[in-house]
């Protein structure tokens, strides 16, 4: 048994050690290797944020894959080159003249076309279609001078020691002169905000352990993802080699790779597609912490209102029920206060019926009879700062109304689709509001402002994509504040370029924090981080060099000076920002990436004109903070309770006794809201109690 078993390993190793020998071998994917191994040191370089340990481990993970899918189907086009007739295998010599052909053309394409590379899209494909080209006939012609050396002049066997192995060492020396060549720009430039390093520092063996795991499981995903590739690919070239009935040779390896590219890119669309619609039917469950519609009638879904509870979302939900009342602001402000209005239409049936709607919500529930509404554009799934409203709402003593139209139910990031609808929504409201107050007397007349903070910021800024400030003007709005304005805004992208086009006046205000923007009537602020990476994010950032990345001393405060912009590498960085730019702690204002919470009360003064004293304005950001941090510990709580209920009816369910015990349960006292407030009495829910109580919070 033993002596079947060891001719059973020893058959098994000799079949896997032929299979990765002749994958290892084919030249196409040992360039793509080669590349590969070379990115992971542009992988490593600052970005606008540090990352995390295994956030890292992912951008060399992708940028490997990008860069071995890039090499493989470089090399194979030009094998295809060099072969000359379909079907046709090129020779060594052939492969070396065409790689040496196409890499000094490329690299002197590349050089010429550098200078304009960050000029429009055109350009920057070319650019990086050079240099491409050029380091896969580098790598090629690496890979042609070592099977030269070792296989002709030294006899050595083709196999993994003589293959891959100085791939992979050939792609740690080119990445090390990466590394060289970072350090010295750095030495030139200096570096801007030193403690900001690539990757956060970890603490404890966990850490580590983490990064190791996860740096091996990208590995082993890479090296999954090349034999699969290659394998789908040869499979592909031998099934169009059977149906033109003949051998396709290096035309047939490239086909094959670029289909498997198109297969592997509609995969990542399906599941794009899934994602999008699993955030959609999460976004309509019932928090337990706002299981109840309102019972004021100053917001939607309360006993005035036209809005049904189920209909405006998770987002909306919450809105709506964290309405200060008059008397948490007269708390804080320690004056009379009145009762503030909060609106949130929900994103079902036409633009127009929805506008008309808005309207009619902000009549009912005494909106129009404000000093000061705030059409707020939200975030694709239905978000608006909390801490804006509040913020509002002690400014203006609850003299607001602000009216939230929702035009999507996902995360921003899969609601791009729907910002021409979000911004067709704004502009009707706008217009069908203004129509509705010039029946009120000029002297009671409430002045209208927009908002919009992230997608937000886009949909409602462009408003005035068509028609510029004026418009605005035309359509009765008295100012903005636009927070973090992402990089897609078409109002935003015309303005840069050309700020007359738009805004003649210069009401148009950028700022990188409240502190440094002016007050002024009929202003629309942009408040913009420096390194809000949702603002400097591009598309075009996979193969063009964005404004920000141009020479060291012309880059804006807080953008690495020393860091080299790198297709594929360049982008997958910044789309990690992203993720980080967003990373907020609950009561923890800071001025970093796209958290404004820090600017807000002070934005809102200068952009809509309001006022508050020392003592009122640090009360309020005191009270900001506490709110935040008092919601934030109710959602957990009341999420991890109803979750360990459900789990205990489920087990109940099982042994055939729910019904009973839960009757038997309340009978006793021991429902839910009995269950918290046990939780409240033994401590569990004390700090968030007093909280609570501090803030006056009796209706919430």
Not at 72 to 97: F, Y
Not at 138 to 143: D, E, N, Q, S, Y
Not at 650 to 671: I, N, V
Request: aromatic share 6%; net charge positive.
């Amino acid at each position: 048994m033993m002596a079947l078993m060891a001719k059973f390993m020893a058959a098994a190793r000799k079949n896997i050690g032929e299979t990765l020998s002749k994958f290892t071998t084919d030249p196409a994917v040992r360039v793509g290797i080669l590349q590969a191994a070379w990115s992971v040191a542009p992988s490593f370089a600052r970005g606008l944020l540090p990352r995390s340990p295994s956030q890292q481990a992912i951008i060399v993970g992708v940028n490997a894959a990008a860069q071995y899918a890039l090499g493989t189907t470089g090399w194979s086009l030009i094998s295809s080159i060099a072969a000359g007739v379909p079907g046709h295998h090129a020779g060594q010599r052939a492969l070396a003249i065409t790689a040496a052909t196409t890499g000094t053309t490329s690299l002197a394409l590349e050089r010429q076309l550098r200078p304009v590379s960050g000029e429009n899209f055109a350009s920057a494909a070319a650019w990086t279609a050079a240099k491409t080209t050029a380091t896969t006939s580098l790598a090629g012609g690496l890979v042609l001078a070592s099977d030269m050396l070792i296989h002709g002049l030294l006899k050595k066997e083709p196999g993994i020691k003589t293959t891959l192995a100085i791939d992979i060492g050939a792609g740690a020396i080119m990445a090390t002169g990466t590394l060289v060549r970072r350090h010295r720009r750095a030495r030139k430039f200096g570096m801007v905000e030193e403690e900001r390093a690539a990757v956060k520092k970890m603490r404890g063996p966990k850490a580590y352990a983490s990064m190791s795991v996860i740096s091996a499981g990208t590995t082993v995903g890479i090296a999954a993802l090349a034999v699969g590739e290659q394998a789908a690919s040869r499979a592909i070239d031998r099934g169009l080699s059977r149906l033109v009935g003949r051998e396709l040779g290096e035309t047939g390896v490239l086909l094959g790779h670029g289909l498997t590219a198109v297969a592997l890119a509609g995969v990542a669309y399906a599941g794009l597609q899934r994602v999008r619609t699993r955030t959609a039917r999460d976004n309509e469950v019932i928090e337990p912490a706002y299981p109840d519609p309102p019972k004021s009638p100053h917001v939607s879904c309360g006993p005035t209102s036209l809005v049904e509870f189920d209909d405006i979302g998770k987002e909306g939900r919450r809105f709506v029920l964290m309405t200060l009342d008059a008397k948490q602001i007269n708390n804080v402000m320690g004056e009379e206060a009145a009762e503030p209005v909060r609106a949130v239409i929900p994103r079902e049936g036409a633009i127009a019926d929805r506008a008309q709607l808005a309207v009619d919500e902000l009549e009912r529930l005494g909106g129009l009879e404000k000093s000061m509404i705030v059409v707020a554009s939200p975030t694709g799934v239905g978000y608006v700062n909390y801490i804006m409203a509040e913020a509002l709402e002690y400014l203006t003593l609850g003299n607001c109304a602000i009216v939230v139209p929702q035009y999507a139910m996902v995360p921003s990031a899969l609601a791009l689709n729907k910002t021409d609808e979000g911004t067709e929504l704004q502009g009707a409201i706008l217009r069908l509001l203004q129509e509705r107050l010039e029946g009120i007397p000029e002297v009671r007349r409430p002045r209208i402002f927009q908002f919009g903070e992230s997608l937000g910021a886009q949909t409602a800024l462009d408003v005035a994509a068509e028609g510029g400030i004026d418009r605005l003007d035309r359509l009765g709005v008295s100012g903005g504040l636009y927070l973090g304005v992402p990089f897609r805004s078409k109002a935003w992208n015309i303005w840069k370029r050309d700020r007359e086009i738009i805004d003649p006046d210069g009401r148009m205000v950028l700022s990188p924090d409240a502190d440094e923007a002016p007050r002024r009537s009929g202003m629309h602020l942009m408040l913009v981080h420096h390194d809000d990476p949702v603002n400097m994010f591009s598309y075009e950032m996979v193969v063009k060099r964005p404004d920000w990345f141009g020479p060291p001393a012309d880059r804006p405060p807080k953008v690495p000076r020393e860091v080299l912009f790198r297709p594929v590498a360049s982008f997958v960085i910044t789309l990690i920002d992203l993720m980080n730019g967003m990373d907020q702690r609950p009561g923890n204002f800071v001025r970093v990436g796209h958290d404004y919470r820090i600017d807000m009360r002070q934005a809102l003064e200068k952009a809509y004109n309001l006022r508050s004293s020392r003592t009122q304005a640090d009360a309020i950001e005191s009270s900001l903070r506490t709110r935040e941090e008092m919601w934030a510990q109710a959602r957990m709580v009341l999420r991890n309770m109803n979750r360990a209920l459900t789990n205990i009816s489920a087990t109940l369910d099982k042994w055939g006794q729910s019904a009973m015990t839960l009757q038997f349960a309340e009978e006793q006292g021991f429902s839910l809201p009995a269950l918290l407030q046990q939780a409240k009495d033994n401590g569990v829910m004390s700090t968030l109690s007093s909280k609570m109580e501090g803030l006056g919070d009796s209706s919430n």
